[in-house]
């Protein structure tokens, strides 16, 4: 069984940076693409970033220029790089992992609290 487990959330003021990591309990070397979604309360989960086995990546409008997401295959981890952050940056996080061949996985999320 695939797990993966994020990490690097917490309450950030306005304005401020967080990094999530999310750590992946198998090979990221053969991802179809792994990506990063958001849920705030009352609304329905979105996408944020994604990154593709081959590199490229895909912003939302509302993040673009402000979040980076990146990958790191020797450590099978996934990072979102948070800058300039805003309060309607505020939900749950999650990370998605799909292989080549498999099937998806998601991990259990970490609140981000953009507030002064």
């Known amino acids: 069984q695939v797990q993966l487990v994020e990490s690097g959330g917490g309450l950030v003021q306005p304005g401020g940076s967080l990094r999530l990591s999310c750590a992946a309990s198998r090979s990221i070397l053969s991802i179809y693409a792994m990506g990063w979604y958001r849920q705030a309360p009352g609304k329905q989960r979105e996408l944020v970033a994604v990154?593709?086995?081959?590199?490229?990546?895909t912003y939302s409008d509302s993040v673009k220029g402000r979040f980076t997401i990146s990958r790191d295959n020797a450590k099978n981890t996934l990072y979102l790089q948070m800058n300039s952050l805003k309060p309607e940056d505020t939900a749950i996080y999650y990370c998605k992992t799909k292989w080549w061949g498999s099937d998806e996985y998601w991990g259990q999320g970490t609140q981000v609290t953009v507030s002064s």
């Open positions: 990154i593709t086995g081959g590199g490229t990546t």
